[in-house]
């Protein structure tokens, strides 16, 4: 049965980051005859512009008859000042994911030896960097009840979120992190708050739990306040890390930068039968939006995930990551990862090259 593949391009440089992945996606759908099904949805802003919702029904049928999903990026100034959160564009992310119970997040960040110099730390603490963020993506702080903004008796108002995490999501999550840990260098650390918050004992217990169950993976664990600091102190001491949805949040970006460009960081979104989502880590970037200056590659390698975790292309996958170090290897850079003496391209030019070097 041919597989039906859904690409959201979303918002800002989410259209032309995702135009180039799908040429990449649709060139391997040829070279090793996938018979792959492409169709289109809004997500985001532009989606809330286009129907009045950030998902709109159509988007999200689409979605839950999909095995895989294409996401650009959501987001803008443009759509900050919406007063009904449930019309923003981040909710149509938030939105899609609960639904599709994508809550299995990997987010790799690996150091292409090929910009070793765009990193901001010295070479030598990030080179060969090749760690794994396991980040839980459907509960915690993000989704826990009660939530909203309140006005007390004294005419104050008050915001409030709710940390919340029950034992099955850990467990479900944890099962992610230990079997990932399994197939890499078999050490995970698990990060919380635990000195502090409640919801992260309980975590910790069921890691430690579930560590019984996988005799030969090294587990440790770690404040969160000092794994972001360990990020840029000492990041190869990591293998895998796993985190609720926050921590997650907040410790990717931070590991996205030790790579030298958030522009090159792809991402998984899973569900428990490894259905998948797949974006960039980055944003939406209105800034650059538009004007051929974003880097396409997170995008490329989030095709390259889920040709080997949706599609069990694992092949094709390595054909893709292969491009984009041959592309890196000519020197060819957008401007996020560009150093002296390179060849400065567009987003499309970096398009092009992976697709010729494919
Ligand atoms: C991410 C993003 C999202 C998140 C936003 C856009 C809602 O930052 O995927 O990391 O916080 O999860
Ligand atoms: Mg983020």
């Known amino acids: 049965m041919s597989k039906k ?3 959201l391009p979303g918002d800002g440089i989410g259209p032309e980051i995702v135009a180039e992945a799908v040429k990449v996606l649709e060139a391997v759908d040829r070279r090793f005859n ?11 802003g532009s ?3 286009a129907t009045g919702f950030p998902l709109p029904e159509d988007s999200l049928n689409k979605a839950l008859a999909a095995d895989a999903i294409l996401l650009g990026a959501v987001g803008g100034p443009k759509w900050d000042k919406l007063e009904d959160r449930s019309k923003r564009p981040e909710q149509g992310l ?3 994911r609960k639904n599709l119970g994508l809550f299995g997040n990997l987010r790799p960040a690996i150091l292409y030896p ?22 839980e993506l459907t509960g915690g702080i993000y989704f826990g009840q009660p939530r909203g903004v ?30 990932s840990a399994m197939k890499r260098n078999k050490k995970l650390c698990s990060v919380d708050k635990a000195n502090v918050l409640e919801v992260t004992v309980l975590w910790r217990e069921i890691m430690e739990e579930m560590s019984k ?23 190869k001491q990591f293998d895998v890390l796993v985190t609720g949805n926050m921590f997650g949040d907040i410790l990717s970006d931070a590991a996205a930068m030790l790579t030298g460009s958030i522009g090159m960081l792809p991402s998984a979104s899973l569900d428990k039968n490894n259905k998948g989502m797949y974006e960039p880590c980055h944003g939406s970037a209105p800034d650059i939006a538009g004007q051929g200056l974003a880097n396409p590659l997170a995008t490329i390698l989030s095709v390259a995930m889920m040709l080997r975790y949706s599609l069990d292309q694992g092949v094709a996958a390595d054909a ?20 002296e003496g390179m060849t400065r391209v567009s987003t499309s030019e970096m398009g092009e090259a992976v697709l010729a070097a494919l």
């Open 47 to 49: 989606a809330y512009d």
């Open 320 to 339: 893709i990551e292969a491009a984009v170090s041959k592309v890196l290897d000519q020197g060819l850079r957008t401007g996020d990862i560009f150093s």
């Open 34 to 44: 996938m018979g792959l099904v492409i169709d289109h949805g809004l997500v985001g």
């Open 5 to 7: 593949i859904l690409v």
């Open 114 to 135: 090929q910009l070793a110099d765009a990193s901001t730390l010295k070479p030598e603490v990030v080179s060969g960097l090749d760690i794994l963020i396991v980040r």
């Open 213 to 235: 169950d996988y005799p030969e993976v090294e587990l440790s664990h770690m404040y969160v306040d000092n794994a972001a600091m360990q990020l840029v102190r000492a990041p």
């Open 94 to 96: 938030l939105d899609i």
């Open 150 to 179: 309140r006005t007390l008796e004294n005419g104050e108002r008050e915001g409030y979120n709710t940390y919340v995490y029950n034992e099955s999501e850990i467990r479900r999550i944890g099962r992610v992190a230990f079997e």
